[in-house]
């Protein structure tokens, strides 16, 4: 079958680094997506990664290694507004999306 | 895991006709469902938010005589796109919660609509 695995739930503290990592077993593979979800609104597009390596946008990366069914979303210098759920989700090979339950992230003072 | 299904996974029609996609919660009973489109590489728009039997809230901009919401039952939603036109196509997601909106959705595989 096909699933995507990441932590429930994460805490961290304001201007420090975490990562949330998501592991994946899909038919086929045509990307991966990092969304950012606050309660009660629609999830916002963080990262699509294809391709093995790192992408770096801003305070946001995303890591993918295909090889290992792996990819982690780093969020650098916290801040409380990144307080949320991050979802990840894989395109399989019929252009679906599978996804997490997602990781809800909580920022500490 | 809570597991939400859509069908078709992929639909393509003519301008003109009507396209019906549906959305189910296998396990759990959601009393709140949310309709998606999204547009490559971008976020989720939220195009409407139905709860069971009642009639569905529209976002600003999102014509509820074009895109048709019934929520009938605790484990079905379905959206139908009436007189489909091209600028339709697009990737419908839907999601589901047991709660109400501040909740955990879960999220449908999506439906691919190609208008012609």
């Known amino acids: 079958g096909q699933n995507i695995d990441q932590p429930t739930e994460m805490t961290a503290t304001e201007g420090a680094i975490v990562q949330i990592n998501c592991t994946y077993q899909?038919?086929?593979?045509?990307?991966l997506f990092w969304y950012q979800q606050h309660a009660g609104e629609a999830p916002t597009f963080l990262s699509y990664n294809v391709l093995d390596g790192l992408e770096e946008k801003g305070r946001f990366s995303s890591f993918l290694s295909r090889s290992k069914g792996y990819s982690y979303l780093l969020l650098k210098e916290l801040q409380m507004k990144d307080s949320a759920s991050y979802l990840c989700?894989?395109?399989?090979?019929?252009?679906?999306?599978?996804w997490g339950a997602g990781t809800k992230l909580i920022i500490k003072p | 895991g809570a597991v939400v299904s859509q069908h078709p996974s992929w639909v393509i029609c003519k301008s003109g006709t009507s396209v019906k996609i549906e959305c189910r919660s296998l396990d759990f009973q959601a009393t709140t469902m949310f309709w998606y489109r999204q547009f490559p590489k971008q976020s989720l728009m939220l195009m409407a938010t139905?709860?069971?039997?009642?009639?569905?809230?529209?976002e600003q901009g999102v014509e509820k005589d074009k895109f048709l919401i019934n929520h009938a039952s605790l484990t079905l939603s379905t959206l139908t796109v009436t007189s489909a036109h091209p600028e339709d196509s697009s990737f419908y997601i839907c999601?589901?919660?047991?709660?109400?909106?501040?909740?955990?959705?879960?999220f449908g595989p999506g439906t691919r609509l190609l208008v012609l």
């Open positions: 999601s589901a919660t047991s709660g109400g909106a501040l909740e955990t959705q879960y």
């Open positions: 899909t038919s086929g593979f045509n990307g």
């Open positions: 139905s709860n069971e039997g009642s009639k569905a809230t529209y």
């Open positions: 989700a894989v395109m399989d090979s019929n252009y679906q999306l599978i």
